[in-house]
């Protein structure tokens, strides 16, 4: 039985990262939420029947960075040693008078490839759960501008955004 | 023994739906990748050397979707009975000459709950691995704009956003 | 060929549930955590380094009942519609000097089968995870008396314990 | 912005089954491991370092089976109502002096989609478990003839193999 | 655009460990289940319907010791290379003619942080196991006394219970 | 009150490894899947209604080489740094008029023990995968001769299949 080589498909494959050093690595993401400014009043005062949403939505960010392997196919599981996640938040008039919250998500640890998956899905899923748990007020809120501000470590070092 | 009640900590809750019907339910999310047209162009000829990027991107959103519940806490088990992700992509002068992804998900099936953060998750992993397969060419590539397009089913009723 | 019936193994299985009739069921599980007073008076200070311990336990908990199919090798996977998960808390002369937190966790929904092991998966997590988030000023913390205090719905009925 | 209509990729999706009817369905799928005689005797003698092999498996099978749609990207998430895997063996000169376990998968529910997904996975993860356990005396055991046997329920209605 | 510094919730974290050395590192954990004496003997009879409870729940509980991440929101995910789960029982006066089952958990590895939340899920994991499989027939049984005994590795170095 | 060693059960644990050597390790395993000779055309020509078979399919069997640690439960988590699975396809005479496609998957990386289970469960479930997305029009398919081709690393030196 002769098995005729099989070509012409999308070839999807986990970069091999074998002969990569470990090295330090961090990665720093960002990301936005915009809501009614009623909205945020009623986060930051603690109102919101679902629970305490920055708290809640800070674990809910730290636990699937954990899990980000499992969400995007190619990643490769790696040796987090640090995930911290903040907020910012805004509703003046440099917001039109939206109501902002802003997450940044920072990861560090050692590893043959990379943490910016990480990052990005830290911001994206503590996002999630700010919408999941306000969306009983304003379901028109929206998610936007999560990007990769810097990472370092690696053969390709320092990226900052904009330089 | 007498316990004090403790009541002044965040009291997050998965909200109780017992009492509602199990109706008809559907959510349409969208979001946007941002990207530079060479980019785009690569996608599109299928020439990204970690394979064919919106059929894997698709997969993982599909198998996000239904890992909803274990990355929102506050999440309930839904029973999902239809998932489309579909793309539409544009890289002209209306885009700035940016090239961008356009990912549209659509969730139906029937709950005591709505599938708002089912559509909303699926287009967030959808987008994340987008900028997966492609960041080793476009490190700068912005997620932006997800949000809830339409939900219909349940009390609250259909809402169709910008309406 | 002819195979061997085997039969002298452990025999494992998921109980069939299938000629149940889907009732309302709910179930309320119970635990504590005993340690040092100072402690307790940390947590309850939100002075813990790693965060507002409460409620990072409380979204572990919830996010832990979901997953107790998973956990428990012969549980079903079950349609749950509401989780609570409370806190008393007590370090006076009746609790001998140390200090207490009870965790209660209510699990209410319809379903062939009960939830008990839901309750408990999530009372045993909070715990966990109170654990983890002390364990720096205190490893001698001791985690006591998880048990079903009560049930219902379903053949078996209700159950309250003690009665 | 206007956005051309992106068509040309593989259009993964999970196939919609809003309209279907939920009914009680059945699946049977079975497969088989062969090896040294030696092998199967030490499994039987329960003499592998590792443990009960046949007891492990089949706990390993059944939580895969509540994991199919975690693995396969297209699957639903159903109800389960009943997992039965149970062993059959054999090594006489039947099997030309071989050792050889054949694994009976069994699920029974009710849903709107069917289980046989469910039931090959079970036999997958029973017969990966086996090898996992008794590699280290065996590393040439091969997993053969994974079939789905019979299904039932459903518009397709029943499915005998061979018939 | 300003965003103003949000400083005031909870701020979890996943504690950073990059600067700590790799070194081996091992802890231990028990617990115990309280029963009916009859219940104890039916599970050493090998008679409970649900199958052979100890290794069954064995099995439980090595797998939950690695998805211990997953559970604890700010653990990390860490190189176990040895998991042991082992069962005492007692069931005569000394127990009070209760049946008890205790359960102690073994880890082993080498890592930046300790495996303490490692052992105190297996023994948690397993003793709930234990409970699933029994409640038929005992449904007051209760989990206690769940508690770190040993622990070694790292800069806080050794801590033995009760020393 | 004194606790009799329990010692007449399973005894499954995971085995320790500690004192091994962190090694370059490889591992590659190989299985077929049987259908109609229609079904792989079908499949060749990206007729199939679910998508593009190959791409998603493959995306599954990366995804849960990543997971067998979560499947196989006296598996370690281990460091993987490549994964690369592959198909040849046949459908003539040589195999008896029926389609077959062939998965090839290959893990490398470095660690105490060795991946061939990661090797299996790779081929495993990019076969199931394959199953699911024509079993709608070829419940008849067979999956067969899933076994380890080749390792190397380790102190159990290199193996290959046949030699």
């Not at 470990?22 to 109102?47: F, H, N, P, W, Y």
């Not at 392997?69 to 509703?91: A, G, K, Q």
């Not at 999560?146 to 070092?157: A, C, F, P, T, V």
Request: net charge negative; charged share 30%.
């Amino acid at each position: 039985m002769e098995l005729s080589h099989f070509d012409d498909m999308g070839n999807a494959h986990m970069v091999d990262v074998s002969e990569k050093e470990v090295t330090k690595r961090s990665a720093v993401a960002t990301g936005i939420i915009e809501m009614q400014r009623e909205t945020l009043q009623v986060i930051l005062d603690k109102k919101i029947s679902k629970g305490d949403v920055l708290t809640v939505a800070q674990t809910a960010g730290i636990s699937a960075v954990k899990r980000t392997w499992e969400l995007i196919p190619l990643c490769h599981i790696v040796m987090i040693r640090n995930v911290e996640i903040t907020f910012d938040t805004c509703s003046g008039e440099e917001s039109e008078n939206k109501g902002i919250i802003k997450v940044t998500c920072t990861i560090r640890g050692e590893d043959k490839t990379g943490f910016e998956m990480e990052a990005l899905t830290g911001v994206s899923v503590t996002l999630l759960t700010i919408y999941d748990m306000c969306k009983a007020i304003d379901r028109g809120m929206e998610i936007k501008n999560i990007r990769l501000e810097y990472k370092d470590g690696g053969k390709s070092g320092r990226f900052t955004r904009g330089k």
